[in-house]
């Protein structure tokens, strides 16, 4: 049997009840980027989109497809790694630590590690930085450092003057460094190319370094019982490529539907796993609500292959890891629901409600699989087979 999660990264369906002690009550990545830029979505309206509570910018479907309905994130945090941890059963009694500049003693070691100086230290837009620092990083090679409001280290260099492998090996002495009292949730390679005013990141060389997770995931627990794990796009570096038996790279959402769906047509006897990142990456960060409806537009169209690919028996699942409404202020994540729509070929749709905890979601998938867990969340595997 072959379960495939698809998380679309920051589609979020309205603010979590503690959401203003985030800055984000009111926010809603879906119905907001809907209208700011009416779109159709008729595919995942058909799954049940439209139905799952909260969802006001779509029509509900009379005979959903799928399953539908929302998840409450435990965690309290708003960021990639705290949401796809809590999917797999970890949840977070404390928010990973987050920097407006990162402290001189870290700076100190990060600038022994690399051998130079480095530029920024602050907090900033990955585009805005580089368009301010590129070009004296050009002259000195010194790599330009930055953060966010997520738990991030990020470490940018243009690929002719930093080869990517140093890079890469900076990045893994910063993710020596920021650990104990100054860990980070990630640090990010970030290469670019291009010229002053040209600059252009690229993502396809990406890498990330995570934390590992503090304790065994549902991901750990299908290894252990000798199911497949297929990873694609960032998951294998937010899980620390711990608990898979597979790594697939995709450099944007098309190639990540692509990936899935070769994975899915292969049937392995376990996890097929896909974040598609541009959502987030592009379109939320950016504050651009007719970009991030098209990449909608764009999924959509692409939903009837997955359903073809689901044979008799599997199932499809998808899921958002946090909200990037971009519609909001600053650029920043927000603290919203995740959307939840888990499609069975065959059964009924029914409503799952709002879930306690994305932790369901990896208890679901280990029940589906027939995996021993014991950690946390509570699986809704027996609503889908009815």
């Known amino acids: 049997m072959t379960v495939t999660l698809v998380v679309l990264d920051s589609v979020g369906v309205g603010a979590l009840p503690d959401a203003d002690a985030f800055g984000d009550a009111g926010a809603h990545t879906l119905d907001h980027t809907l209208e700011r830029a009416p779109t159709e979505l008729v595919n995942l309206c058909a799954l049940g989109l439209g139905n799952i509570p909260g969802v006001t910018?779509?029509?509900?479907?009379?005979?959903?497809?799928?399953s539908?309905?929302?998840?409450?994130?435990?965690?309290?945090?708003?960021?990639?790694?705290?949401?796809?941890?809590?999917?797999?059963?970890?949840?977070?009694?404390?928010?990973?630590?987050?920097?407006?500049?990162?402290?001189?003693a870290v700076m100190a070691a990060f600038d022994a590690a690399t051998g130079r100086a480095h530029l920024g230290n602050r907090a900033a837009s990955g585009t805005a930085i580089l368009e301010e620092l590129g070009e004296r990083h050009l002259q000195t090679g010194e790599p330009i450092?930055?953060?966010?409001?997520?738990s991030v280290f990020q470490v940018a260099a243009h690929v002719d003057v930093v080869p990517l492998e140093t890079l890469y090996a900076w990045c893994r002495?910063?993710?020596?460094?920021?650990?104990?009292?100054?860990?980070?949730?990630?640090?990010?390679a970030r290469p670019f190319e291009g010229v002053p005013g040209g600059f252009r990141r690229l993502g396809a060389a990406r890498h990330d370094?995570?934390?590992?997770?503090?304790?065994?995931?549902?991901?750990?627990?299908?290894?252990?019982?000798?199911k497949t794990v297929v990873g694609i796009g960032k998951i294998p570096d937010i899980y620390a490529h711990r608990g898979l038996t597979r790594e697939v790279r995709s450099a944007s959402n098309q190639e990540g539907i692509e990936r899935t769906l070769e994975a899915m047509?292969?049937?392995?006897?376990?996890?097929?796993?896909?974040?598609?990142?541009?959502?987030?990456?592009?379109?939320?960060?950016?504050?651009?609500?007719?970009?991030?409806?098209?990449?909608?537009?764009?999924?959509?169209?692409?939903?009837?292959e997955l359903l073809?690919?689901?044979?008799?028996?599997?199932?499809?699942?998808?899921?958002?890891?946090?909200?990037?409404?971009?519609?909001?202020?600053?650029?920043?994540?927000?603290?919203?629901?995740?959307?939840?729509?888990?499609?069975?070929?065959?059964?009924?749709?029914?409503?799952?409600?709002?879930?306690?905890?994305?932790?369901?979601?990896?208890?679901?998938v280990a029940e589906l699989l027939d995996v021993r867990w014991e950690g946390r969340g509570e699986s809704f595997a027996r609503a889908l087979r009815a």
């Open 265 to 304: 047509r292969a049937r392995p006897d376990g996890l097929v796993f896909t974040n598609l990142v541009e959502f987030d990456s592009l379109y939320g960060h950016r504050r651009d609500p007719a970009g991030y409806a098209r990449a909608l537009s764009e999924l959509d169209a692409r939903v009837p």
């Open 308 to 364: 073809a690919a689901t044979a008799q028996g599997d199932s499809l699942l998808f899921v958002s890891d946090h909200g990037n409404d971009p519609t909001w202020h600053g650029s920043d994540h927000t603290r919203e629901h995740g959307l939840l729509l888990a499609y069975t070929p065959g059964s009924p749709g029914v409503e799952l409600g709002t879930r306690s905890s994305f932790a369901d979601v990896g208890a679901t």
């Open 57 to 66: 910018g779509l029509a509900p479907s009379g005979r959903p497809l799928a």
């Open 68 to 104: 539908y309905g929302r998840l409450a994130e435990r965690s309290l945090g708003k960021d990639t790694t705290t949401g796809h941890w809590e999917f797999m059963g970890v949840v977070l009694e404390h928010p990973f630590r987050t920097y407006q500049r990162f402290p001189d």
């Open 173 to 188: 002495a910063a993710r020596d460094i920021l650990t104990g009292e100054h860990a980070v949730a990630r640090v990010i």
């Open 209 to 226: 370094y995570s934390l590992t997770p503090p304790h065994a995931t549902v991901l750990d627990a299908l290894t252990g019982a000798g």
């Open 145 to 150: 450092v930055y953060t966010s409001a997520d």
